[in-house]
């Protein structure tokens, strides 16, 4: 894939990239090596305060990076901006936070003094994805350079002038140079940049097979990673749940990010009950979306990001449709210029079809109805992705049970998935592993040394 940006919205390529040299991508692994040697040693005054900086020019140039973002992956505008700020409340996090989080804890041993303390890998890769293309990175880089280790960032090709401005983002906020490097290579060159000594560590969020490839790839230099893979994520409606509140969060959810979130609700389990008012209140919702120019603050739902995603969204919902799925409204991509496609709700889904357990990467809702909470959890749980969950009920019981039963990393009770620097995010299954943000998300790529110290004898045999 040629590392270019091509308008989603009008199709048209606006700036194209030479990929670095092998002799370029070398002489920034050596800067970042070689940054690290001192970079480590700063204090976690020093980092907040150049963090902090980061988050000021996020919201004082908010818009100009918003349509950065809109122009290359055609999310809405409105949107684009929210996705600054919120990268903004990251970095604020974790420039507040971080020491705590990392600071030595004690462990209690008679005649010892025992600690844990968590230092710096080095350089972290991170491959990153197209959908969310600050907010993914950030919330990698804010913890990562709070804890003392130094970014790679391998962005998606079709988003290269927003890794480019957030490289200058760490750079005007004081960072060293070597401190965060973007480097534009296609994925041809990930591998290289992996087995590299310099590399100490990676994380990717993207695709299963990306995934798997990049586990594997570091696996086999026995290298740390984090994967922040794919989602089929239920969203559960139960007879006692708030319907009103219920659609709302369900069209949002769906069409978040022009449907194109591993957290968006994709399969939409509501127990027989409700079903038939939830349906038909839901596909009205989705009708009366507005999908159009995401630069215009009344559209609700911009392009796809490009033609490729298009094409497999549209052979996802026409290969389901002719093993048997209905489809209640949209369901086929307008005539035009641009990667458009309709919020689409597909219903009498048969097992076997790609809208009954993969992951449709679009505005397409998958819509199965439930006995009851058994019934509900069973179809929940039958796919090979665990990254979260939505359900909806004002029975104890019920929560619990989800809570409990529902096998994913995330489960939200009365409301929908959302990533927050507070909260842990990440998936299990294949879905990936590891956690990003709050707490548990800076400990990832930190070395978490144990430290013994036995007091000397005195001269009574004792400990001093």
């Given amino acids: 894939m040629a590392i270019a940006t091509v308008n989603p919205a009008t199709g048209e390529e606006e700036k194209s990239f030479e990929e670095l040299s092998d002799e370029q991508v070398d002489a920034k692994l050596q800067l970042a090596a070689e940054t690290f040697i001192e970079y480590r040693k700063t204090s976690y005054e020093e980092r907040s305060r150049m963090l902090v900086r980061a988050a000021e020019i996020l919201e004082n140039e908010a818009e100009d990076f918003a349509l950065i973002m809109t122009t290359e992956m055609g999310k809405t505008f409105v949107s684009a901006v929210a996705e600054a ?40 890769l991170a491959i990153m994805p197209w959908n969310f293309p600050f907010w993914q990175v950030f919330r990698f880089a804010a913890p990562a350079l709070m804890a003392g280790n130094v970014g790679l960032l391998k962005h998606a090709s079709n988003v290269p002038q927003c890794a480019l401005a957030i490289e200058d983002i760490m750079h005007r906020a004081g960072f060293p140079e070597g401190a965060f490097q973007t480097l534009l290579i296609g994925s041809a060159k990930v591998e290289a940049v992996i087995d590299d000594p310099r590399v100490k560590a990676a994380t990717l969020t993207g695709s299963e097979p990306a995934g798997r490839q990049v586990a594997s790839e570091a696996g086999s230099n026995v290298k740390k990673t984090v994967l922040e893979l794919g989602g089929s994520d239920p ?66 739902m911009g392009p796809l990001a490009t033609p490729q995603i298009l094409e497999d969204v549209d052979g996802q919902v026409r290969a389901s449709v002719e093993a048997g799925a209905k489809v209640l409204t949209g369901g086929k991509a307008p005539d035009g210029p641009g990667n458009y496609y309709p919020p689409t709700v597909l219903t009498d889904i048969p097992e076997g079809s790609p809208a009954h357990r993969d992951e449709i990467f679009g505005p397409v809702a998958s819509m199965f109805r439930a006995r009851d909470i058994d019934d509900a959890l069973r179809i929940a749980n039958d ?12 029975d104890a019981t019920e929560r619990q049970r989800f809570v409990n039963e529902i096998e994913a990393g995330m489960v939200y009770i009365n409301r929908i998935t959302e990533s927050s620097p507070e909260v842990p995010f990440g998936g299990i299954k294949n879905s990936g592993y590891g956690r990003e943000l709050s707490h548990l998300g800076i400990r990832e790529f930190v070395n978490q040394k144990t430290v013994w110290i036995e007091a000397p004898a005195n001269d009574e045999g004792g400990v001093e």
């Avoid at 705590?100 to 804890?105: C, H, K, M, N, V």
Wanted: aromatic residues 8%; contains cysteine.
């Fill in 85 to 124: 700020n919120k990268c903004a409340r990251g970095c604020r996090y974790y420039a507040e936070n971080a020491e705590r989080f990392l600071a030595d804890e004690k462990i209690e041993l008679d005649g010892a003094d025992a600690s844990i303390r968590y230092q710096p890998l080095g350089a972290v």
């Fill in 235 to 300: 969203f559960i409606v139960m007879p006692s749940a708030d319907l009103d509140k219920a659609i709302g969060a369900a069209v949002t959810s769906r069409t978040l990010n022009n449907g194109q979130s591993c957290v968006n609700a994709k399969r939409f389990i509501v127990h027989e009950d409700v079903a038939e008012e939830f349906e038909g209140r839901y596909v009205e919702a989705m009708s009366a979306l507005k999908v159009g120019d995401p630069m215009d603050e009344n559209t609700d």
């Fill in 383 to 394: 796919t090979d992705f665990g990254l979260s969950s939505s359900a909806w009920t004002s």
